[in-house]
């Protein structure tokens, strides 16, 4: 497993990152031990010490989890604790549901992910815009769309502690939603769309699948 320690307004000794290192190992040889690559950063957050940690165990599966505390270490700890509390029930729902970890045979699509500028409230304000009038992207990736149950969706969802999560639904290959509720459910988004092009949507699916 690659792991890179970053410290932010905070010295990150060895000692930091040889029990930073040791605790990931002690948790990943306890549930998953396919992870890839780490990402722990420790910053300064007014009179407290934030540790977030990233933590990819698959491909498209990232666990993230974060926590703040008086010091590095005691807020490394909470967060791992935390890491270590989702990663448990991951392993357990794939076991009741019967699923796996495998990396996918059917080929990965991806999808533009950007973050837009602010979109001003008062006619006063300075809007940050193109000539045509759309908010200035400040920074534009490519993320993968991972085919999946509305079930994964949800523990993928779940693990990387994120609002939402865009998918391909497995069962008819339409772009589907799962998000976190404001009651603190999960909601599911699956637009209805005319059943003749779902129907070609899974018929194409099978065949390329059976080739």
Do not use: C
């Not at 200035?136 to 990387?160: F, H, K, N, W, Y």
């Amino acid at each position: 497993m690659q792991l890179t320690v970053t410290g932010k307004q905070v010295d990150i000794g060895d000692t930091l990152r040889e029990h930073v290192d040791a605790s990931l190992k002690s948790i990943l040889t306890k549930y998953f031990k396919t992870a890839i690559e780490a990402h722990v950063v420790v910053a300064k957050e007014a009179h407290l010490t934030r540790a977030e940690i990233s933590l990819r165990i698959g491909r498209g599966i990232v666990v993230n989890a974060s926590a703040a505390a008086l010091d590095a270490y005691a807020a490394f700890d909470a967060a791992a604790e935390r890491v270590a509390k989702q990663l448990r029930r991951y392993k357990r729902r794939l076991r009741d549901h019967h699923a796996n970890l495998r990396e996918p045979t059917e080929p990965v699509e991806s999808a533009r992910d950007a973050v837009l500028a602010p979109i001003a409230e008062e006619a006063g304000e300075a809007l940050a815009e193109d000539p045509a009038g759309a908010p200035a992207v400040i920074a534009e990736i490519s993320t993968e769309l991972p085919r999946l149950t509305v079930g994964e969706a949800a523990m993928r969802m779940d693990l990387a502690d994120a609002p939402l999560l865009l998918f391909r639904n497995r069962a008819h290959g339409e772009l589907n939603l799962v998000y976190r509720r404001a009651d603190g459910n999960i909601g599911w988004v699956d637009p209805v769309l005319d059943p003749a092009r779902r129907e070609h949507r899974r018929a194409t699916s099978f065949a390329v699948g059976d080739g």
